[in-house]
C-alpha cells in the first residue's frame, strides 16, 4: 500500500527560487496537513486542510502556499526560497471528522536546503 | 506556552530495560487525544500507541504503554523490555479540541532521542 506518497524525496534550491511540494494519499483520507522539522524544534505545523475544498494556517504559514487539488492531493508551494526555509517536510493525512482516535499517516518527507 | 513539554533530550536505556519517556500537555479543552510517535533514523514517522482524555484505562500496544495522568497533565511513554531497534527520536503529540472543530492537527513536542545500549 503506498499510503502517503511525497514527491521529491530531496530538492535543492538557490535562494529566490520557487518550487512546490506535491503530496497524494490513497487512503480515502479528508484531512491533510503539511509540517516542517527543523533539528531541536520537533513538527510544526505550516498549513492544513481539514477536508476537500478548504485551508488553514498552521503555526508557521510565512512564506507558504498551499492547494487542496482534490481530496487526494495537497501541495506545498515556496513562492520565493529562503536559507530559513531549509528543513524536512513532512506531508500527513487522517481520515475521519471529529474524532479523537484520528491517527495522522506521514509520507517519508522532502529535505529541501536553500542555497 | 508549549503545549506538549518533553524535558529529556536524550536518553539511554541498557538492552532488555525498560524505559520511561515523559510527556506533560497544556490545555484547557476537556476533549483530547494524545498520540507517540516514533522516527527512526531514516527518517520515517511510525505511530505507536493513542490515548483518549476520556479512556479510563491506560493505553497497551505490545512493548508500549501510555502512563496516563489526568490530574498531572502527564503521557508518559513506557518501552518495556528495549531493543537495539527501539533507538530512535520519540515525538508526544495531542489533537484537542476535535468535538467543535472537526479534524484538528497534531501538535508536537521536541522529542526525546533515545539510545538503546547492548
Known amino acids: 500500500n503506498a499510503g502517503v506518497t511525497q514527491t521529491p524525496k530531496f530538492q535543492v534550491l538557490k535562494t529566490g527560487q520557487s518550487m512546490t511540494l506535491q503530496c497524494a494519499q490513497d487512503m480515502n483520507h479528508n484531512s491533510m496537513y503539511w509540517y516542517r522539522q527543523d533539528p531541536g524544534m520537533g513538527l510544526r505545523l505550516i498549513y492544513y486542510?481539514?477536508?476537500?475544498?478548504?485551508?488553514d494556517k498552521g503555526e508557521v504559514p510565512n512564506g507558504y502556499n498551499v492547494s487542496r487539488l482534490n481530496k487526494r492531493e495537497f501541495s506545498l508551494r515556496l513562492e520565493s526560497a529562503a536559507p530559513s526555509q531549509t528543513s524536512v517536510y513532512f506531508c500527513a493525512s487522517t481520515a475521519g471528522v471529529g474524532l479523537a482516535k484520528n491517527i495522522q499517516y506521514f509520507g517519508a518527507g522532502t529535505r529541501l536546503s536553500v542555497l | 506556552a508549549q503545549k506538549i513539554t518533553q524535558t529529556q533530550p536524550g536518553m539511554f536505556v541498557q538492552e532488555k530495560e525498560a524505559v520511561t519517556l515523559d510527556c506533560t500537555y497544556d490545555t484547557s479543552d476537556p476533549s483530547y487525544g494524545l498520540f507517540w510517535y516514533k522516527q527512526p533514523s531514516s527518517g520515517e514517522m511510525i505511530f505507536l500507541i493513542y490515548?483518549?482524555?476520556?479512556?479510563?484505562q491506560n493505553a497497551t500496544e505490545g512493548r508500549y504503554s501510555l502512563n496516563f495522568q489526568k490530574a498531572r497533565k502527564s503521557a508518559n511513554l513506557v518501552i518495556s523490555a528495549s531493543q537495539l531497534g527501539d533507538s530512535a527520536m520519540y515525538f508526544c503529540?495531542?489533537?484537542?479540541?476535535?468535538?467543535?472543530?472537526?479534524?484538528?492537527?497534531?501538535?508536537f513536542g521536541k522529542g526525546t532521542r533515545l539510545s538503546v545500549i547492548a
Open positions: 503529540a495531542m489533537r484537542e479540541g476535535y468535538r467543535n472543530s472537526g479534524n484538528t492537527p497534531l501538535v
Open positions: 490515548q483518549g482524555s476520556y479512556d479510563q
Open positions: 486542510s481539514a477536508s476537500e475544498g478548504t485551508t
